[in-house]
């Protein structure tokens, strides 16, 4: 199975901050990559596709990007609307398998 | 608009079973893989199996592989999730998702409550 090394855990940030979260994959992916931000008591949502491609709807502040098995999810200014919960997925292979997720908290 | 809504969630004790299903809409579920995900209480996310369109291709996590069986059916725009011998660690939201290989989980319901306790 691929693990998925996801980091940091949690991190606390304040508005506007650019913010960078990793996963890491065990093996080669190529780009079969997402992130989902998911809100407490909410279902998850897609922000990312294929590494780096943006979901419609999502605001122009999130980013993707690959470098090899490395994996990066980046904010570029940190909104309130943000502080979130996110997670990385890797869908090349079965089983699918998530990083274990970043709390993004309020500093 | 795809709409997938989930039902059949419940409390049930160890050893006992339950059937999920999720009523699809909005797009040709026939030519759609499918999957099933599921969350912990305060946990992560867990991929739980997907099968594809035609029913001919199905995967599974180790951990529900022989207990747990995915199927659908395309006249009822349906899928569904047997889950066999439970235990307290299938406790979760169980989420029907549609899936594609380019994009991975495209669209999510809100999901059905197992709740596995004796």
């Known amino acids: 199975d691929i693990q998925m090394t996801q980091s940091p855990s949690s991190l606390s940030a304040s508005v506007g901050d650019r913010v960078t979260i990793t996963c890491r994959a065990s093996?080669?992916?190529?780009?079969?990559l997402g992130w989902y931000q998911q809100k407490p008591g909410k279902v998850p949502k897609r922000l990312i596709y294929v590494a780096s491609s943006l979901e419609s709807g999502v605001p122009s502040r999130f980013s993707g990007s690959r470098s090899g098995t490395e994996f990066t999810l980046t904010i570029s200014s940190l909104q309130p609307e943000d502080f979130a919960t996110y997670y990385c997925?890797?869908?090349?292979?079965?089983?699918?398998?998530f990083g274990g997720g970043t709390k993004v908290e309020i500093k | 608009e795809v709409q997938l809504v989930e039902s059949g969630g419940d409390l049930v004790q160890p050893g006992g079973s339950l059937r999920l299903s999720c009523a699809a809409s909005?797009?040709?579920?026939?030519?759609?893989?499918m999957t099933w995900l599921r969350q912990a209480p305060g946990k992560g996310l867990e991929w739980v199996a997907n099968v594809k369109g035609d029913d001919s291709e199905k995967h599974y996590v180790d951990s529900v592989k022989g207990r747990f069986t995915i199927s659908r059916d395309n006249a009822k725009n349906s899928l569904y999730l047997q889950m066999n011998s439970l235990r307290a660690e299938d406790t979760g939201m169980y989420y029907c998702?549609?899936?594609?290989?380019?994009?991975?989980?495209?669209?999510w319901g809100q999901g059905t409550l197992v709740t596995v306790t004796s």
């Open positions: 998702i549609k899936y594609s290989g380019y994009a991975g989980l495209d669209n």
């Open positions: 909005g797009f040709t579920f026939s030519d759609s893989w």
């Open positions: 997925l890797q869908y090349y292979v079965y089983p699918l398998t």
């Open positions: 093996q080669d992916i190529k780009n079969d």
